[in-house]
């Protein structure tokens, strides 16, 4: 990666990199609720249905709360490494909102390497580059001992 090319999220506003990688939710003023993506008309509580939403910085850790792997090419616009490598998605419970959100694993932790309830850290990829800009991806990441545990 060049040190002059800008790096910019590959779908903006879905999260931002700056000071950190951090997934941009909403959370309702009047009943608390959060939500990924982020929601900007009504909120999604059958209960509340107000629109009082604000966007948020959603937590950066959570705790591993289901995961499979990927074994198969998704078709464009995903876009995959050559020759397609096999990898795992993660359900991640977020510390704070206790919000379950999907995601992609690093490269290089495999599903036999996960497991249910272990500590995990939102991070981020390089997906492709072009003259000008690195476009990037957000993933998660086993973090703490569990990640030395993932490297084994």
């Known amino acids: 990666m060049s040190e002059t090319k800008t790096r910019v999220p590959a ?6 990199l700056e000071p950190e990688v951090a997934l941009v939710g909403s959370r309702c003023s009047d009943c608390g609720s959060y939500f990924f993506p982020r929601e900007q008309v ?6 509340c249905r107000s629109s009082h939403l604000e966007a948020c910085e ?24 050559e020759p397609f490598e096999p990898f795992a998605l993660a359900a991640v419970e977020l ?17 036999e390497a996960l497991r249910v309830g ?5 991070t981020s990829e390089v997906l492709e580059e072009s003259d000008s800009q690195v476009l ?12 030395i545990e993932a490297k084994r």
Not at 42 to 47: L, M
Not at 58 to 80: I, N
Not at 95 to 111: D, I, M, N, S, T
Not at 118 to 122: I, N, T, Y
């Open 118 to 122: 272990m500590p995990m850290q939102l």
């Open 58 to 81: 959603l937590s950066r850790a959570g705790k591993l709360w289901s995961f499979t792997s990927s074994a198969y090419k998704p078709p464009p616009p995903f876009v995959a490494p």
């Open 11 to 16: 779908v903006p506003g879905l999260f931002t």
């Open 42 to 47: 009504v909120c999604r509580n059958p209960r």
């Open 136 to 147: 990037m991806v957000w993933k998660w990441a086993p973090s703490g001992a569990a990640s």
């Open 95 to 111: 510390e704070r909102e206790k919000l379950v959100v999907l995601g992609q694993v690093v490269r290089g932790v495999l599903p």
